[in-house]
């Protein structure tokens, strides 16, 4: 992910990007923020998106190959598509494409010992996705409470972890029940958790 951040702030990206594991919140967070970051969110023209194991693979590398209108990248996002479990001809045009074209898997699972998954690791960025370490969900917290403008003890952070568990996306919910249900009050106590 660190590496991700950086690519994103220097505006220097890896031509091919895979993002997987069980943690769907960072994912979807990183997989946005690419998306936005490589092209303007704007951007429907140079933007193409192909989800599930049937995508057509003679038109992602049809699309692959156009030059982008108007604008100096193309990126294609591709989820759920088994290339990095199953085995795929993918990898034998990857090496092809122009360096105008940006290639964004979204994946749950992979087989690191797949083709795919090695010419990814070879000629991009992989990225493992498994959720924050309790540091970082910590603050993660934390700061999602201070953007709204509530306060919480790291105690009382760690209690709200432990009933709801550590997954992102029900986090971020019951998050969003905890303010509004604090209402006015600043400081998010254990008893309204």
């Given at each position: 992910?660190?590496?991700?951040?950086?690519?994103?702030?220097?505006?220097?990206?890896?031509?091919?990007?895979?993002?997987?594991?069980?943690?769907?919140?960072?994912?979807?967070?990183?997989?946005?923020?690419?998306?936005?970051?490589?092209?303007?969110?704007?951007?429907?023209?140079?933007?193409?998106?192909?989800?599930?194991?049937?995508?057509?693979?003679?038109?992602?590398?049809?699309?692959?190959?156009?030059?982008?209108?108007?604008?100096?990248?193309?990126?294609?996002?591709?989820?759920?598509?088994?290339?990095?479990?199953?085995?795929?001809?993918?990898?034998?045009?990857?090496?092809?494409?122009?360096?105008?074209?940006y290639l964004v898997f979204v994946e749950r699972e992979?087989?690191?010992?797949?083709?795919?998954?090695?010419?990814?690791?070879?000629?991009?960025?992989?990225?493992?996705?498994?959720?924050?370490?309790?540091?970082?969900?910590?603050?993660?917290?934390?700061q999602s409470l201070k953007q709204e403008g509530k306060?919480?003890?790291?105690?009382?952070?760690?209690?709200?972890?432990?009933?709801?568990?550590?997954?992102?996306?029900?986090?971020?919910?019951?998050?969003?029940?905890?303010?509004?249900?604090?209402g006015e009050e600043e400081v998010i106590t254990e008893?309204?958790?």
């Amino acid at each position: 992910m660190k590496t991700i951040k950086q690519h994103i702030k220097e505006n220097t990206f890896s031509h091919i990007y895979l993002l997987y594991g069980q943690e769907d919140y960072l994912k979807r967070l990183y997989r946005d923020k690419l998306r936005n970051a490589i092209l303007s969110p704007d951007d429907t023209m140079n933007f193409s998106y192909f989800e599930g194991k049937d995508f057509p693979l003679n038109e992602l590398v049809s699309i692959a190959h156009t030059v982008p209108f108007f604008s100096e990248r193309r990126l294609i996002l591709v989820e759920n598509s088994g290339c990095f479990k199953n085995q795929s001809n993918l990898p034998d045009y990857i090496g092809d494409f122009p360096e105008s074209t940006y290639l964004v898997f979204v994946e749950r699972e992979v087989d690191k010992r797949n083709r795919m998954y090695k010419a990814v690791q070879k000629k991009g960025t992989v990225s493992e996705m498994n959720g924050l370490t309790e540091k970082d969900l910590k603050l993660w917290v934390a700061q999602s409470l201070k953007q709204e403008g509530k306060k919480i003890t790291e105690q009382n952070i760690l209690y709200m972890i432990h009933k709801t568990g550590a997954d992102m996306k029900n986090l971020e919910n019951e998050l969003e029940k905890l303010v509004c249900y604090a209402g006015e009050e600043e400081v998010i106590t254990e008893e309204a958790i």
